[in-house]
Structures are given as structure tokens and as C-alpha cells.
């Protein structure tokens, strides 16, 4: 497995981790916690040193199934968790209050059995707290040595430079892939200015873009994708133009569709570390497989000019989790 550093922070993770929320939250029925284990273990002996949880996955149980499979081997991962929803429930409100921000902390220490968290996250933006003040309460906790880096998910630029100007910013965590191009525009001429890291999270855009979901696919009851408006039937329908083209150039290069949006990701910057999920074993295997493909010049025009030509339909986040990101 390829290694890359999250912007200037000196933080070393393999070039592709593991996003654990699909353990035990938000996808339908999870697997058995046996079998999340075994999966976790494999990806570390496949290579993989990065790994995203969260107290509101599950919530409380991602971070503990987390702990338990990665003790063995706790010094030679990077194991990524995150504060800012009240009660550890993402519908019940945003909270990164600094006495919140610490007991958060301590849970997460004792659930993920470590002394030390390598990159803590405010999970969304806290509109009522200011970001200084979150800033400087993970920077305290830094000089702790309970937290190691910091870091921040779906933030605007102008969050991220006030934060940084408190406390270095060691990466950004927010959504991007080949069907949600935002950070482009913004968020990535700031990151690589102030020498920060950029972790995608849905780099497969859900799964949509493995080829494997058109509007005949049916999500388990529970599966957050129920609720988003780009998942709705008809935009599925409408988004397979964009699966057509990248199929065709996968298939040319010998990747599958999923290796080809990873790929993708990796070429972008070499500060960008995808955190794709899945709770299958020959998945991982598929899209750990991506670190080998290199796209020419010529793959990334062709690409471009697919992306061109399609209008992605339907918004990303239903209302109510939409107004929590780019603040």
C-alpha cells in the first residue's frame, strides 16, 4: 500500500483508508459485529493504516467495534473520530460547546481503548459556538496529548482559516467524488494554500458509482439513502448517463467503475486520502485494488469531458441535513 501525508501536518496514512460508518450505521442492517472485526483486521493486513469513525455511528457502537479490532495493532494505525452532535444523535441538534468537546473526548478514549485520539473532527459546524473557541479547545487537548491533530468536516472556507489561525488544521473531511464536485471551487485552493489534507468521504458516491444501483434498486428499511433526493427513482434514472461513460473508460483501462472514481480522487492532489466503505471483503479487496491504476492525461480529459456532459440530478442531502454543511 501507497503512503501519503495529509497536507503539511506530517500526518502519514496509507494513500487509501477505511470509512467504518457502514459497520453499524446508516446503510440498512449492518453486519455482525464478528464479521465487522474480521473485515477491519483485513483491511490493516491489506495495507490500510487510516480509520474514520465517530461517536454518532451507531451511535457509540462504531468507535467501540473500532477499538476492539484495532488493539492488537493500535500503534501502527491512524484511527479518525469526531465530535458535534448533541447526544451523539444527528437529528438531535449540533453541539461543540468545549465542556461537550471534552467529555466527548474522554467517551471516545475509553471506547476506542487508546490514550490518544490521532485526528479529532468537529463532525458539522457549530453555528452557536464560535470556531475559536472549538479550535482552542482541541488545541488544549492537544498539548494534553489526548488528541494528536485536528481536523474539521463540511466546513467553509471561511471557518477553516479562522480555525487554522487557532489551532493547525491537519485535514478537512467533507463529501467529493465524481458526482459532487463542490469542493472544487472553493475548499481545495484553501486547503492546499494552508497546507491542509483533504479526506473524501462517499468517494463512491454511495455506492452509486460501483454500477451496482439504477431506480429498480430497493434500500433496506433505515438506509439513509431512502431520504436522498439524489437516490430518489428518477434522478437514479437520470444519473446512469454519467455510470455509461465511466463504465466505458473503466472497462478501456481495465478498472472497475469503482477503482476508476478512486483513481480518480488519488490524481486529483496528493494530499487527498479517499475513505471509501463497504462491509464486504471482496469490496475492500476491489477498491483497494485502485492505488495500483494510474490515469494518463489522456484518461483524466476523457473523463472530464464525461463529466462535462451530464447534469447530475438531485441535491446530495435531504433540507434539514443540508443547512449543517459549508458554514
Known amino acids: 500500500m501507497q503512503r501519503r501525508t495529509l497536507g503539511r501536518s506530517g500526518l502519514e496514512v496509507s494513500s487509501l483508508g477505511l470509512g467504518c460508518m457502514g459497520l453499524s450505521f446508516a446503510y440498512g442492517a449492518p453486519p455482525d459485529r464478528d464479521a465487522a472485526i474480521r473485515l477491519v483486521r ?6 490500510v493504516t487510516f480509520f474514520d469513525t465517530a461517536e454518532v455511528y451507531g451511535p457509540f457502537t462504531n468507535e467501540d467495534l473500532l477499538g476492539e479490532a484495532l488493539a492488537p495493532f493500535r500503534d501502527r494505525v491512524v484511527i479518525a473520530t469526531k465530535f458535534g452532535f448533541k447526544d451523539a444523535i444527528a437529528t438531535a441538534g449540533l453541539d461543540s460547546r468545549p465542556e461537550h468537546i471534552r467529555e466527548v473526548v474522554e467517551a471516545s478514549l475509553r471506547r476506542l481503548r487508546t490514550d490518544r485520539i490521532d485526528l479529532l473532527y468537529q463532525h ?6 464560535p470556531i475559536e473557541d472549538v479550535a482552542g479547545t482541541v488545541r488544549d487537548l492537544i498539548h494534553a496529548g489526548k488528541v494528536a491533530h485536528f481536523g474539521l468536516s463540511e466546513a467553509g472556507a471561511g471557518t477553516i482559516r479562522r480555525a487554522h489561525a487557532v489551532q493547525p488544521v491537519t485535514a478537512l473531511q467533507s463529501e467529493y467524488s465524481l458526482w459532487w464536485r463542490e469542493p472544487e471551487r472553493e475548499i481545495l485552493p484553501v486547503l492546499e494554500e ?8 462517499s468517494p463512491l458516491g454511495r455506492g452509486f458509482l460501483t454500477g451496482r444501483i439504477d431506480e429498480t434498486t430497493r434500500f433496506a428499511p ?3 439513502r431512502n431520504v436522498v433526493p439524489r437516490f430518489a427513482e428518477d434522478a437514479r434514472a437520470a444519473n446512469k448517463a454519467l455510470l455509461a461513460s465511466l463504465s466505458g473508460i473503466a472497462a478501456r ?10 483513481a480518480w480522487l488519488l490524481a486529483r492532489k496528493p494530499w487527498i486520502v479517499p475513505i471509501p466503505g463497504t462491509t464486504r471483503l471482496e469490496r475492500l479487496e476491489e477498491n483497494l485494488g485502485a492505488v ?15 463529466l462535462d456532459s451530464v447534469q447530475i440530478q438531485g441535491d446530495r442531502y435531504p433540507p434539514q441535513f443540508a443547512s449543517r454543511v459549508g458554514r
Not at 194 to 201: D, E, H, K, M, N
Open 42 to 47: 483485513a483491511a490493516f493486513e491489506r495495507g
Open 292 to 306: 495500483k491504476i494510474e490515469l494518463s492525461p489522456g484518461d483524466l480529459a476523457e473523463i472530464n469531458r464525461a
Open 124 to 129: 458539522r459546524v457549530d453555528p452557536e459556538v
Open 222 to 224: 433505515g438506509d439513509f
Open 253 to 262: 483501462i481495465g478498472a472497475t467503475p469503482a477503482q476508476l472514481a478512486l
Open 194 to 201: 494552508l497546507g491542509i489534507g483533504f479526506v473524501p468521504y
